[in-house]
Nanobody, 128 residues
Framework: EVQLVESGGGSVQAGGSLSLSCAAS????????IGWIRQAPGKEREGVAA???????VFADSVKGRFTISRDNGKNTLHLQMNSLKPEDTAMYYC??????????????????????WGQGTQVTVSS
């Protein structure tokens, strides 16, 4: 059984930072595309950032220059470092993963409407 478990969400003031983590188990983590999706109340899901097997990354325009993504294949973990947070970053953040062969390039992860595996989500709230 594949499991993705997020942690690290919370509340912060605008301009602050938060770090999210996703612990993965139950599959060959290192082979998977993995990333972060967020959804704010009343809004559509938005692909935030993703990282491929070889470490190639992609970010939504709304977070470029503020967020970084990294993966530790030895520990089966994914991290999202969020800096210079804005109130519009407030959302539930989900870790998601897709198996090898799902994409031609990592950028497609962000626009994919659904993913093979999902975590339960962690809330990020940024106050002004």
């Amino acid at each position: 059984e594949v499991q993705l478990v997020e942690s690290g969400g919370g509340s912060v003031q605008a301009g602050g930072s938060l770090s999210l983590s996703c612990a993965a188990s139950g599959y060959t983590y290192s082979n998977y595309y993995i990333g972060w999706i967020r959804q704010a109340p009343g809004k559509e899901r938005e692909g935030v950032a993703a990282i491929g097997r070889g470490g190639d990354t992609v970010f939504a325009d709304s977070v470029k220059g503020r967020f970084t993504i990294s993966r530790d294949n030895g520990k089966n973990t994914l991290h999202l470092q969020m800096n210079s947070l804005k109130p519009e970053d407030t959302a539930m953040y989900y870790c998601a993963a897709d198996p090898p062969g799902s994409f031609l390039w990592i950028g497609q992860f962000l626009s994919r409407p659904t993913h093979s595996e999902w975590g339960q989500g962690t809330q990020v709230t940024v106050s002004s």
